[in-house]
């Protein structure tokens, strides 16, 4: 019985002494707070506490254009240019954010689907001539259709101007001197790979619009939609400083290489006729291909959502180069790919409501 207390109390004992170990520095002598350094280099006073448990912070970059911007840009298929320079991020995706005006000063106007009035966004190594990507505005509409749940293309309907119910443009006018802020994530950039840009080369990105005849729908008045606000957002992770330092150093020590997502496009403008076939030749796919989407538009203009109106083709087969079948001379019935094998593989509603014909590569489609 002694024996076993005098143990206890000594093992008592230690933890007393290593509590008061512990306490040997008051807690009011403790700097509650440290300085916790941001990519733009501003400095922020937080809790210790927090500062210890401190890895990377989500942020976001905003890059204005490197010019004025011009007064056709919207109207006019003008161009505006932005750069983007190494910053100790990790890039998630790429975002642009823009602002018209109805400068008409009676009639209502209204726009096309946000990502429709893009002609393309494309992507140089700064003072380069050949793009590194090239993204069509009409395959972000596109894509923001088939990959978006419902939920989420009623949610930013009012910034992508995407009807939910029909994926035409939103029917909301545009009042006299009114100004309307959209925006829309550009699917598809390589920045939404989740890169570490602290060591790139100047990026500039250049966005192309339409001419009036493809961007505005309905414009009964003489006074154009002038862009008066344009910018591009990265949502990102800021790294602390030393990990930022450390991964600086590795890459410049050992030069990265990127595996990135790129899309093909080829686009044709036939005469089609009744019971005709059209072949469409891809050449050039030097990679890996996870699906072929396809689409068939009456016109080009945006006048009546005419350019987002989509036409439906009988039967697709795919073919070698040598035209022999791949599906055992069988073709696919469109209504098919829309309703089945499009509700099985992607989110939306988008192949039941419009003639979305996407075809993925997968082993069950």
């Known amino acids: 019985m002694s024996s076993r207390f005098s143990a206890r109390a000594k093992e008592n004992r230690a933890h007393t002494a290593d509590y008061h170990l512990l ?13 916790v350094k941001s990519a733009s280099g501003k400095e922020t006073n937080i809790l210790s506490s927090q500062a210890l448990n401190l890895h990377r912070k989500r942020n976001e970059l905003v890059i204005l254009p490197t010019t004025a911007i011009p007064s056709t840009l919207f109207e006019g298929a003008g161009q505006i240019t932005f750069r983007l320079n190494a910053a100790p991020v990790i890039t998630h995706d790429l975002i642009l954010d823009f602002t018209v005006q109805n400068t008409d000063g009676a009639a209502n106007q209204r726009i096309s689907a946000a990502p429709m009035s893009v002609d393309r966004i494309e992507f140089f190594s700064a003072g380069g001539s050949s793009p590194l990507q090239t993204i069509l505005g009409d395959s972000i509409w596109y894509d923001t259709c088939q990959y978006y749940t419902k939920e989420q293309i009623t949610g930013e309907s009012t910034r992508t101007n995407i009807d939910p119910s029909t994926y ?30 602290g060591t790139i080369n100047p990026i500039d990105i250049r966005v192309t619009f339409k001419s009036a005849t493809n961007n505005v729908i309905v414009n009964a008045g003489t006074g154009p939609i002038v862009c008066t606000d344009i910018r591009l957002r990265i949502p990102c992770e800021e790294m602390p400083d030393e990990e930022a330092s450390k991964m600086i150093e590795r890459f410049r020590a050992q030069p990265h290489t990127y595996r990135i997502i790129q ?33 068939f538009r009456a016109s080009l203009a945006a006048a009546s959502d005419a350019q987002t109106t ?48 996407y075809i993925p590569f997968v082993e069950e489609p």
């Open 23 to 35: 306490k040997v520095i008051p807690h009011t002598n403790i700097n509650p707070f440290t300085k």
């Open 168 to 197: 035409n443009a939103v029917t909301t006018n545009i009042s006299p001197g009114a100004s309307v802020n959209y925006s829309f994530s550009v699917i598809g950039n390589f920045l939404s790979q989740k890169l570490f840009i």
């Open 263 to 295: 899309t093909l496009y080829q686009q044709l403008q036939p005469t089609f006729a009744s019971n005709q076939t059209q072949t469409i030749k891809l050449n050039g796919m030097g990679g890996l291909s996870p699906e072929l989407s396809i689409m």
């Open 310 to 357: 989509l036409v439906e083709p009988s039967t697709i087969e795919i073919l070698d180069n040598a035209g022999v079948s791949l599906m055992n001379s069988n073709s696919l019935p469109v209504d098919y790919i829309r309703k089945s094998m499009g509700i099985k593989n992607y989110p939306s509603g988008f192949g039941g409501t419009k003639s979305a014909i």
